[in-house]
T-cell receptor, first 112, second 113 residues
C-alpha cells in the first residue's frame, strides 16, 4: 500500500512569513500533484510535477519533486491571508489506470 | 470551458437507505475517479472508470459501486447506508493517461442519520 505522509498537519503563521510543507513516501510515484482545498469545496489543482528534481514556481509558491520521485515540498514566500486553506499532495500511479494517493493534508492559517 | 459538475451538493439520508451521486466530467475527459473524504481518513480512492469500464477499485465494501455512461458521465451508488458513510464524496475528471492532471468537482456532502 502506497502512503504519503504530509507535515506539518497544522500551521499557523503571520502574514509575510515564509513556510514549507513536506510530502514524503517510501514509494515511487509517476507524478506528484498539489491541491488547495477550501472548507466544503473540492480540491483545486495547483501544480503537477513529473520529473525527479523538477522545480516549478507559481507566483509566491515553489514546488519541488525529489530526485527519487518519493517526496515533494511546497514553499510559500511572504504568505498572505488568501493562502489559508488545506494543502494536499497526491501521488499518481497505476499501470493501465489512474489513481491518486493523497496525504492527509496541511491546514494552513495565515493571520493578518 | 465547463468544470466538473457534481449533483446534488448536499444530501441527507437515513441508515439503510441507498443513494446515487452523479458526476459530469470536463468535456473530452474519459476518466472519472471517485474519492471519499472524511476528517479522520482524508481522501480515499473509491474507483476509477475509463470509457465505461472500471479500471481500478479501492478498498471499500461492495456496497459502494459505480458506473460510467457513453458520454463519460458517471454515477456512484451506495446501498444500505451506514452512519460511517457520512462524508464528502468527490469526483475527479482527467484524460486518463499516466501523469495527466485530475480536476475535482465541488463534491457531494452526504449525511447519514
Amino acid at each position: 500500500t502506497q502512503l504519503l505522509e504530509q507535515s506539518p498537519q497544522f500551521l499557523s503563521i503571520q502574514e509575510g512569513e515564509n513556510l514549507t510543507v513536506y510530502c514524503n513516501s517510501s514509494s515511487v510515484f509517476s507524478s506528484l500533484q498539489w491541491y488547495r482545498q477550501e472548507p466544503g469545496e473540492g480540491p483545486v489543482l495547483l501544480v503537477t510535477v513529473v520529473t525527479g528534481g523538477e522545480v516549478k514556481k507559481l507566483k509566491r509558491l515553489t514546488f519541488q519533486f525529489g530526485d527519487a520521485r518519493k517526496d515533494s515540498s511546497l514553499h510559500i514566500t511572504a504568505a498572505q491571508p488568501g493562502d489559508t486553506g488545506l494543502y494536499l499532495c497526491a501521488g499518481g500511479s497505476g499501470a493501465g489506470s489512474y489513481q491518486l494517493t493523497f496525504g492527509k493534508g496541511t491546514k494552513l492559517s495565515v493571520i493578518p | 470551458k465547463a468544470g466538473v459538475t457534481q449533483t446534488p451538493r448536499y444530501l441527507i439520508k437515513t441508515r439503510g437507505q441507498q443513494v446515487t451521486l452523479s458526476c459530469s466530467p470536463i468535456s473530452g475527459h474519459r476518466s472519472v475517479s471517485w474519492y471519499q473524504q472524511t476528517p479522520g481518513q482524508g481522501l480515499q480512492f473509491l474507483f476509477e472508470y475509463f470509457s465505461e469500464t472500471q479500471r481500478n477499485k479501492g478498498n471499500f465494501p461492495g456496497r459502494f459501486s459505480g458506473r460510467q455512461f457513453s458520454n463519460s458521465r458517471s454515477e456512484m451508488n451506495v446501498s444500505t447506508l451506514e452512519l460511517g458513510d457520512s462524508a464528502l464524496y468527490l469526483c475527479a475528471s482527467s484524460r486518463g493517461g499516466l501523469n495527466t492532471e485530475a480536476f475535482f468537482g465541488q463534491g457531494t456532502r452526504l449525511t447519514v442519520v
